[in-house]
């Protein structure tokens, strides 16, 4: 009780230091309006819009149900947002405690996880984008019950993630390379559903596909301030932290080998949209859970702790989505890098110094 507790605090801390999308104004032309129109058709499934909205329906007919209930389809966003990022951030926490990361620091890791403009906090900012939080929710759940050979509840993941988000399906070759005939049965419904849908869906722009994307975008490859936002800002300030104690970190990778190529694979999801911090959202988990491990190997750790989650509301000062205009873009970029940088140095030598004295106390 006491860490949904905090995760509550962190949701409304949240909601007070970022802004919202101006959902009426210079924003009210972006992806927003796609699930705007189709929330507002609930309790039916609109089958007239744009790729790939169309193809991700649950979301928005959710929010639409909800907000015949509270007031209108932006209400609805919203009350549906909230739920959906407590349950996400702490199924978060499960996921890591699962894995072995006590308590303490996966609840800090959820509380990231809620801050962070990549992970849940985005779906904070602009809660019509309710398709990405779902779609966290449903991998971090989807891989849990994946771990556990609960077909049913992956299958049901699946199917879901299905009418959520693409990205979901990607747990499907971690189904098939465990090798479980169950799991793998599992996964013939989602496909079903997500070939069924995009046969029922009648688009608008006839020409997008996933392919024409690829090839529009996989020139960010060449891009170093790409390859910046992938490796260090996304996940900012624990990105580097698997890097700052690299033995600890690559023991946790080949005990949760499966976490981390499905961390991979939704890597490669970068280069066939416009995004990036965004796509990498579900990929926060290995991050989190290869710097959770680090972490509890600090016996002060409390300090590391309260850190982290001091450090963690610095992204938020981004110009893009901040309420607060204290920061440039640049100045935002900059000082998100430092504190990535400072919170892996701090972490490092913190650990290298209690490694030093347990073996002085040895001798």
Known sequence: MRSVLLLCITLALAYLLYDTVDYLGAQSSIDLRHYRIMAQAAPAFLQHEDAPFVYRPLPPWIA???GRLVGGDVNGFF???IIVVLVGAYSVKLFLQKHGVLEPTSTM???????????FGGSVFNPFQLTDAMGIALIVLGLMALENESWIMFGLCLLLGALTRETVLLLVPLAVLKRNTMLMLACIPAIAVAVGIREWAIVHNEGWTLWGNLEIYIQKAASAKVWYRILINAFAPISLLPLAVASVSWKTVKRHAPVFILAAIIGTSVFVGADVERLLGPAFIAVALAAGTI???ILHRR???ILTIVLALTP????AYSRFDVFTK??????SFLCTVAL???TFFTYRLEVSSSSLSRQ
């Open 64 to 66: 639409g149900i909800v």
């Open 295 to 297: 972490l509890d190997k």
């Open 330 to 335: 640049e100045a935002s970029y900059a000082v």
């Open 109 to 119: 890791l959820a509380s990231v996880s809620i801050l962070s403009p990549s992970v």
């Open 303 to 305: 300090f590391l702790i």
């Open 316 to 319: 938020l000062f981004h110009p």
């Open 344 to 346: 892996a140095i701090v």
């Open 79 to 81: 009350v549906a947002t």
